[in-house]
């Protein structure tokens, strides 16, 4: 049976998406689950041989990429996304039984989470303070212990705990969705599917034009970018590694074509190829034309 680390305490969206895996097939039976208590504690688990997999949220509809995600993909040893889920988030608001509103003066939220429902608490409870959760999970528990009075959370914990919910299915944007990854240690790349995704993290010169010539090798291309985001390098103040994510696999010539071009220029993470959870945008052209065509003038029968 894999073990499969997650950003716990169990009770939050990332054991949620990580259920949706193996409701998917993505394992091949049972899994044993492991909770972490951050996403870069979870992926160390994998690093150290402690675990076979990790589930860690990666990106937010409404509030980009996980950066305590995206940094532990970029620093250590090499990690490789293998699968990715999609969740649609809202969130319940909890308290233990019997607090009403009106007496609720701290409120514990994860900061991706307060983020989306900051209307919401301001509308709803607005003499609460905003205190930091380790997780959305976590915000339940502190709920329990009754270190504040709600938290923001799941209705998953919510059941578990035992808790009340003052509102369910609150978000400030309806519709939000969650991405979710499994990452494990470097492994032959899933197979081409045709509806693919692949992302690397360039460390570029701190030159002029550094990250336009690097994005115009895949516009050349015509490879669409489904997403780039920016990371402070943590060295000197301006100083970024950017994370790019594209349409296509390592499979697919021109993307490949790609990276090779970026790898002879500056410094390039390949962070994995995997099938998308939902179509993102048109797939890289075919160049098998243009391959047939150079092949032909290597045997002399080209164009004369």
């Given at each position: 049976?894999?073990?499969?680390?997650?950003?716990?305490?169990?009770?939050?969206?990332?054991?949620?998406?990580?259920?949706?895996?193996?409701?998917?097939?993505?394992?091949?039976?049972?899994?044993?689950?492991?909770?972490?208590?951050?996403?870069?504690?979870?992926?160390?688990?994998?690093?150290?041989?402690?675990?076979?997999?990790?589930?860690?949220?990666?990106?937010?509809?409404?509030?980009?990429?996980?950066?305590?995600?995206?940094?532990?993909?970029?620093?250590?040893?090499?990690?490789?996304?293998?699968?990715?889920?999609?969740?649609?988030?809202?969130?319940?608001?909890?308290?233990?039984?019997?607090?009403?509103?009106?007496?609720?003066?701290?409120?514990?939220?994860?900061?991706?989470?307060?983020?989306?429902?900051?209307?919401?608490?301001?509308?709803?409870?607005?003499?609460?303070?905003?205190?930091?959760?380790?997780?959305?999970?976590?915000?339940?528990?502190?709920?329990?212990?009754?270190?504040?009075?709600?938290?923001?959370?799941?209705?998953?914990?919510?059941?578990?705990?035992?808790?009340?919910?003052?509102?369910?299915?609150?978000?400030?944007?309806?519709?939000?969705?969650?991405?979710?990854?499994l990452v494990t240690k470097a492994a032959p790349v899933?197979?081409?599917?045709?509806?693919?995704?692949?992302?690397?993290?360039?460390?570029?010169?701190?030159?002029?034009?550094?990250?336009?010539?690097?994005?115009?090798?895949?516009?050349?291309?015509?490879?669409?970018?489904?997403?780039?985001e920016s990371r402070p390098m943590r060295t000197e103040?301006?100083?970024?590694?950017?994370?790019?994510?594209?349409?296509?696999?390592?499979?697919?010539?021109?993307?490949?074509?790609?990276?090779?071009?970026?790898?002879?220029?500056?410094?390039?993470?390949?962070?994995?190829?995997?099938?998308?959870?939902?179509?993102?945008?048109?797939?890289?052209?075919?160049?098998?034309?243009?391959?047939?065509?150079?092949?032909?003038?290597?045997?002399?029968?080209?164009?004369r």
């Amino acid at each position: 049976m894999p073990k499969i680390a997650y950003f716990g305490p169990s009770g939050t969206f990332t054991e949620i998406a990580l259920a949706q895996f193996e409701a998917e097939g993505t394992f091949d039976g049972p899994v044993e689950r492991v909770p972490a208590g951050s996403p870069p504690a979870t992926l160390d688990l994998v690093r150290d041989g402690v675990v076979d997999g990790a589930v860690v949220p990666f990106e937010n509809s409404v509030e980009g990429g996980v950066a305590p995600t995206l940094d532990s993909l970029a620093l250590g040893s090499p990690l490789q996304i293998v699968a990715e889920t999609e969740i649609e988030v809202s969130f319940s608001i909890l308290t233990r039984p019997g607090v009403t509103a009106d007496q609720v003066r701290t409120i514990g939220a994860y900061p991706h989470a307060s983020a989306q429902v900051r209307g919401w608490i301001a509308a709803n409870l607005p003499n609460a303070e905003v205190v930091l959760a380790s997780s959305n999970a976590g915000a339940a528990l502190d709920v329990q212990a009754g270190t504040v009075d709600a938290g923001v959370s799941t209705a998953l914990a919510g059941r578990m705990l035992d808790l009340a919910s003052l509102a369910d299915n609150v978000a400030d944007v309806g519709g939000a969705v969650t991405r979710f990854v499994l990452v494990t240690k470097a492994a032959p790349v899933p197979a081409r599917t045709g509806a693919d995704r692949t992302a690397l993290v360039l460390h570029l010169d701190n030159a002029p034009g550094s990250l336009v010539t690097a994005l115009s090798e895949f516009a050349a291309r015509g490879i669409d970018l489904t997403r780039i985001e920016s990371r402070p390098m943590r060295t000197e103040l301006g100083t970024y590694r950017f994370f790019v994510d594209c349409v296509g696999h390592v499979e697919d010539s021109l993307v490949a074509e790609a990276m090779r071009a970026l790898h002879r220029k500056s410094g390039v993470r390949f962070l994995g190829s995997w099938a998308t959870a939902n179509s993102t945008g048109p797939q890289p052209p075919s160049d098998e034309e243009a391959i047939s065509w150079i092949e032909d003038l290597k045997r002399g029968e080209g164009e004369r």
